[in-house]
């Protein structure tokens, strides 16, 4: 079946680097998606990865897919305080309907 | 392009009374998609529409639930004999494509308490 697993929580100071991990199980999926969701809002897509790519970089976005371990990693360079929010990881499948993770809050403190 | 507009934003209703949502996507994106999240927990996908034709419903699209979207432009979503257990955060996307390049977007959802 198709799962998404994503730790739940992490917490950084500012500045340092955010690596936020995630586990899917569906190897047939297209993409794989990172969206943003700040309180009260809608979801925002961040980045998104190609299945026959290892890595994508975006400013300070970085997407590393190990497609052997079906393991996706963001990793948020120069984390700030309005990058608190929470994070989720999408497989996408079929004709992309996106399956989702439960999210990692992140939290970055001074 | 105001991007997916979702109406209501909120809604309290008594358990057993039938609800409504709407959804405006973008308009040139054929695709329409319906979600629900609750708390603490990632939007599940509920059901799925190209143009008019409903192509998709999840399992978690129990009888009460039916969407229409009729003219292929905007979308409803009606729960009927609502149950505590419905209170969640609904949210509606749409696309024009199948690859990201295409864009998704989500719009800011309906959240729905059912007391």
């Known amino acids: 079946g198709e799962d998404v697993e994503q730790s739940l929580f992490l917490s950084v100071r500012e500045g340092d680097s955010s690596v936020i991990n995630c586990t899917y199980t569906d190897s047939s999926s297209t993409y794989l998606y990172w969206y943003k969701q700040e309180p009260g809002a809608g979801l925002q897509l961040l980045t998104y990865?190609?299945?026959?790519?290892d890595m994508k970089q975006d400013q300070r976005l970085t997407v590393l897919l190990n497609k052997k371990d079906k393991h996706l990693s963001l990793r948020i360079a120069d984390t700030q305080t309005g990058d608190s929010a929470i994070y989720f990881c999408a497989e996408g499948s079929g004709y992309n309907k996106l399956i989702f993770g439960a999210g990692t809050r992140l939290a970055v403190h001074p | 392009d105001t991007g997916v507009s979702q109406d209501p934003r909120h809604k309290i209703t008594k358990r057993g009374q039938n609800v409504t949502f709407r959804c405006d996507p973008i308009?040139?994106?054929?695709?329409l998609y319906w979600y629900r999240q609750t708390l603490g927990q990632g939007p599940e996908f509920l059901t799925y529409?190209?143009?008019?034709?409903?192509?998709?419903k999840s399992r978690l699209l129990s009888d009460r639930f039916s969407a229409e979207r009729p003219k292929g432009s905007f979308s409803t979503l009606e729960i009927q004999r609502t149950e505590q257990g419905d209170s969640a955060m609904y949210l509606c996307a749409s696309s024009r494509g199948q690859t990201p390049n295409y864009g998704y977007t989500f719009g800011s959802g309906t959240r729905l308490t059912v007391v």
């Open positions: 990865i190609f299945s026959n790519m």
């Open positions: 308009s040139e994106h054929n695709r």
């Open positions: 529409f190209q143009n008019e034709a409903q192509l998709e």
